[in-house]
C-alpha cells in the first residue's frame, strides 16, 4: 500500500490561486502532478475561507468554539465515569438496598 502524499497549506493555496487565475482545472492539476479531483476539492475548501487548509488536522477554532469543544470533551468524561459508577454499585449489590 503507498502512502499518502501530504501537501503543505501553501502549495494547496498556490495551486487553487493559479487554477483559479488560469481558469483550467486540470490542465493545472496535470502540470503540479495532482489529480483534479484532489485539486477541485482544494479549491472548495478555499471557497469555505480561514479554515480552508488548517494542516495536519488541526482546525483554527476561535476561542468560543475551543470552550465547547473542551466542554464537550468533559462532559464526555463525565457520562462514561457515571456509567461506570452505576455499573459499579449494582455489582456491589448497593443499587438502592440499606
Known sequence: MTNRKVYTAEFKRDA????ESTGNVAGTARDLG????????????????MQAF???GRQHLTPEQQEIKRLR????????EREIL???AACLG???RP
Open 34 to 49: 495532482i489529480s483534479d479531483s484532489v485539486l477541485r476539492k482544494w479549491i472548495k475548501a478555499a471557497q469555505q475561507g
Open 94 to 96: 448497593q443499587n438502592g
Open 86 to 88: 452505576k455499573k459499579a
Open 16 to 19: 487553487v490561486n493559479l487554477a
Open 54 to 56: 488548517p494542516g495536519q
Open 73 to 80: 470533551q468533559e462532559n464526555e468524561i463525565l457520562r462514561q
